[in-house]
T-cell receptor, first 114, second 112 residues
Framework: DQQVKQNSPSLSVQEGRISILNCDYT??????FLWYKKYPAEGPTFLIS?????DKNEDGRFTVFLNKSAKHLSLHIVPSQPGDSAVYFC?????????????FGKGTKLTVNP | DGGITQSPKYLFRKEGQNVTLSCEQN?????MYWYRQDPGQGLRLIYY???????QKGDIAEGYSVSREKKESFPLTVTSAQKNPTAFYLC???????????FGSGTRLTVV
């Protein structure tokens, strides 16, 4: 049962345009959401996050939107740059029995064309 | 510089052999995690530990074992019972009430 879903395995955009990466979740107990960026053969690096009590968080070119009623979040990258080409993972935090863990989606491979 | 170190980066083993992957962090983080990445599968949680001498199974713990004897170290053993061990393994750490994880650079394990 996939609790965090990234339904688009890949996305291709032109440099300078907006990239929108989407993520859906099913577990209402998730209290924090994060986006990670990953290059091949490297570990993921933290990009941006949002608390479940907010609906938007912005950091430079990156903005994350959360729609709790729809259980949907999205990452906007404006303007997109070739260096943004990577796999982006959506993750959600859940606390169970005093233990905290992240549940990851399958990732979306973003390609930004010059 | 604080960080999390996984070694080796590439590892080859023969089928039927146990192998241990190293993970060390000097971030003073309480919690440590092991994930496995397969193509098209995202990151799946193997084991995690919130405190020294304690750890919990994740979603795909079968065929793996861990220990947490020191706060800085969380080695993962891939046993011969793991049916499909070839994968990219990622270790991560976090403060207990942190907002996210710091990941190591990963170990690519190939079993032949």
């Amino acid at each position: 049962d996939q609790q965090v879903k990234q339904n688009s395995p890949s996305l291709s955009v032109q440099e300078g345009r907006i990239s929108i990466l989407n993520c859906d979740y099913t577990n209402s107990m998730f209290d924090y959401f994060l986006w990670y960026k990953k290059y091949p053969a490297e570990g993921p690096t933290f990009l941006i996050s949002i608390s479940s009590i907010k609906d938007k968080n912005e950091d430079g070119r990156f903005t994350v939107f959360l729609n709790k009623s729809a259980k949907h979040l999205s990452l906007h990258i404006v303007p997109s740059q070739p260096g943004d080409s990577a796999v982006y993972f959506c993750a959600a935090r859940v606390t169970q029995g005093g233990s905290e863990k992240l549940v990851f989606g399958k990732g979306t491979k973003l390609t930004v064309n010059p | 510089d604080g960080g999390i170190t996984q070694s080796p980066k590439y590892l080859f083993r023969k089928e039927g052999q146990n192998v241990t992957l190293s993970c060390e962090q000097n971030l003073n983080h309480d919690a440590m995690y092991w994930y496995r990445q397969d193509p098209g599968q995202g990151l799946r949680l193997i084991y995690y530990s919130q405190i020294v001498n304690d750890f919990q199974k994740g979603d795909i713990a079968e065929g793996y074992s861990v220990s947490r004897e020191k706060k800085e170290s969380f080695p993962l053993t891939v046993t011969s019972a793991q049916k499909n061990p070839t994968a990219f393994y990622l270790c991560a750490s976090s403060i207990l009430t942190g907002y996210g994880y710091t990941f190591g650079s990963g170990t690519r394990l190939t079993v032949v």
